[in-house]
């Protein structure tokens, strides 16, 4: 019998807030985000794990606040001018005469600058004095580690988001058992998803435990 082509249908990526999943993991950088436009100097350092939703807030803070988008490897320092501005990935190499007119531009009327990375302003690269001065003084917040409520509650949007019912008993299994970040939390649904259909069986916690105990022997074989 011939196998039918799985068609993927994928839904336009959200960055609206009540798209967000919140947890104690996320909630101290949501409420910074929150004191916009009230950040000292006008500036927040946002950091955080690969994949723990760092730009979907920084993107509903960006069309909250009129922000321009600056790509960190060329920044157009004359199109910041008296507006807010979200650059991500900070931490992977800018500029230094660029992020320090940013920062101080930043307390300007009108201005406002949001700074995404995944390690704190401290770690940051910065050859220029001035520029260590105004990174340590940075308002900073940080997005933890996902939390069990963040992680479950981004496995039923996952779940969701491939039209999937998964049993309830499936979620505490995975939670105790998985690795705790939210890009395996979405290659795991993907992995259900795709063995679900080639076996012809409904997601279960048996089938979660094959997957994960598959990841288990890779490892160990890839450790050995």
């Given at each position: 019998?011939?196998?039918?082509?799985?068609?993927?249908?994928?839904?336009p990526?959200?960055?609206?807030?009540?798209?967000?999943?919140?947890?104690?993991?996320?909630?101290?950088?949501?409420?910074?985000?929150?004191?916009?436009?009230?950040?000292?100097g006008?500036?927040?350092?946002?950091?955080?794990?690969?994949?723990?939703?760092?730009?979907?807030?920084?993107?509903?803070?960006?069309?909250?606040?009129?922000?321009?988008?600056?790509?960190?490897?060329?920044?157009?320092?004359?199109?910041?001018?008296?507006?807010p501005?979200?650059?991500?990935?900070?931490?992977?190499?800018?500029?230094?005469?660029?992020?320090?007119?940013l920062?101080?531009?930043?307390?300007?009327?009108?201005?406002?600058?949001?700074?995404?990375?995944?390690?704190?302003?401290?770690?940051?690269?910065?050859?220029?004095?001035?520029?260590?001065?105004?990174?340590?003084?940075?308002?900073?917040?940080?997005?933890?580690?996902?939390?069990?409520e963040?992680?479950?509650?981004?496995?039923?949007?996952?779940?969701r988001?491939?039209?999937?019912?998964?049993?309830?008993?499936?979620?505490?299994?995975?939670?105790?058992?998985?690795?705790r970040?939210?890009?395996?939390?979405?290659?795991?649904?993907?992995?259900?998803?795709?063995?679900?259909?080639?076996e012809?069986?409904?997601?279960?916690?048996?089938?979660?435990?094959?997957?994960?105990?598959?990841?288990?022997?890779?490892?160990?074989?890839?450790?050995?």
């Amino acid at each position: 019998m011939t196998r039918q082509l799985r068609l993927e249908l994928r839904r336009p990526v959200s960055f609206a807030r009540r798209d967000f999943v919140k947890g104690p993991s996320n909630a101290q950088a949501i409420a910074a985000l929150d004191l916009w436009p009230n950040w000292p100097g006008g500036a927040l350092a946002l950091f955080g794990p690969i994949g723990s939703g760092k730009t979907h807030l920084a993107r509903e803070w960006a069309a909250r606040s009129g922000a321009i988008i600056l790509d960190r490897t060329s920044p157009d320092i004359t199109a910041a001018a008296g507006r807010p501005v979200l650059m991500e990935d900070v931490d992977q190499g800018v500029d230094d005469e660029a992020l320090f007119h940013l920062i101080n531009m930043a307390a300007r009327e009108g201005g406002g600058l949001l700074l995404t990375a995944r390690e704190a302003p401290a770690a940051w690269r910065a050859e220029l004095p001035d520029l260590r001065s105004r990174l340590n003084a940075l308002l900073v917040a940080e997005i933890e580690e996902p939390d069990d409520e963040v992680l479950e509650g981004v496995l039923k949007k996952f779940f969701r988001e491939r039209s999937i019912r998964a049993p309830k008993e499936v979620y505490p299994y995975l939670l105790r058992r998985m690795e705790r970040s939210i890009p395996y939390a979405r290659e795991i649904v993907k992995r259900l998803d795709e063995a679900a259909d080639d076996e012809q069986r409904p997601i279960s916690r048996i089938l979660a435990r094959q997957i994960l105990e598959d990841d288990s022997e890779n490892l160990d074989l890839f450790d050995g």
